[in-house]
């Protein structure tokens, strides 16, 4: 199998554990798992049921996806550089002239000051066990690093330039092919396309929105009844 049917295989992976995710809500569970705040959403000015429940569907898919497609992330960067996971070090990349040590983060913001120490502290610990060891922060997507990352890297002494590499440069130098993000996009569309159908993530969630709204106003004669029974 190669290197880009695994991605593909990877990314159809997670778009099916999304639709999965999505096609298991309801509006009963919406109700009796207690997802919806009742006083939030009288703060922020629901009006009626379809409203509400994009919402709550929104941010129950956003948040699980969110977090799952993290661990997706590393893999893939595991894939595009054929490496191996470390021991401490997410992705492990050995070669002739240099040796990869990647800290894996989805995007530019995904990682605070502490981590950044921490990484820091790990990084300078492998280039003296390693001579040919290239440690750096791995981030998936973006432009650049978090004014966080780069500012406390110099304070520890690390050049974020050498050891913050982000989005399409990340890409570019695992696979050593110029414009590699592009056949990434192009491979999560044909994930997309495979896993579900042809349908889309987004289009699965309209779909759930609908029907959980018209579940709740067989249910419920109006909104304030509703939140209501969420106490």
């Not at 695994?6 to 999505?22: E, G, H, K, W």
């Not at 996009?185 to 495979?194: K, W, Y």
């Not at 289009?203 to 419920?220: M, P």
């Amino acid at each position: 199998m190669s290197k880009e049917e695994q991605i593909q295989n990877l990314l159809s992976d997670f778009v099916r554990n999304a639709a999965d995710l999505i096609g298991g809500l309801s509006a009963e569970k919406m109700v009796s798992e207690s997802a919806i705040n009742p006083i939030l959403a009288k703060a922020l000015g629901f009006k009626d049921f379809e409203s509400l429940a994009r919402f709550y569907v929104y941010q129950r898919v956003g948040r699980s996806l969110v977090t799952s497609f993290g661990m997706k992330m590393e893999n893939l960067v595991k894939l595009v550089s054929d490496g191996d996971k470390g021991e401490w070090w997410d992705v492990v990349k050995k070669s002739t002239n240099k040796n990869y040590y990647m800290s894996v983060k989805s995007g530019p913001r995904d990682m605070n000051k502490d981590q950044t120490v921490e990484f820091s502290r790990r990084a300078r610990d492998i280039m003296k066990s390693d001579k040919k060891a290239f440690p750096f922060i791995a981030m998936g997507y973006g432009k650049k690093a978090w004014p966080v990352i780069t500012d406390t890297l110099r304070k520890e002494g690390m050049a974020p330039e050498k050891h913050a590499i982000v989005g399409k440069d990340l890409y570019e130098m695992l696979s050593g092919e110029k414009g590699y993000h592009l056949k990434l996009l192009r491979l999560v569309v044909n994930a997309g396309l495979d896993a579900i159908g042809g349908k889309t993530i987004v289009s699965l969630i309209d779909e759930k929105v609908n029907e959980i709204s018209n579940a709740f106003s067989r249910r419920y004669e109006t909104l304030d009844s509703l939140l209501e029974d969420t106490f």
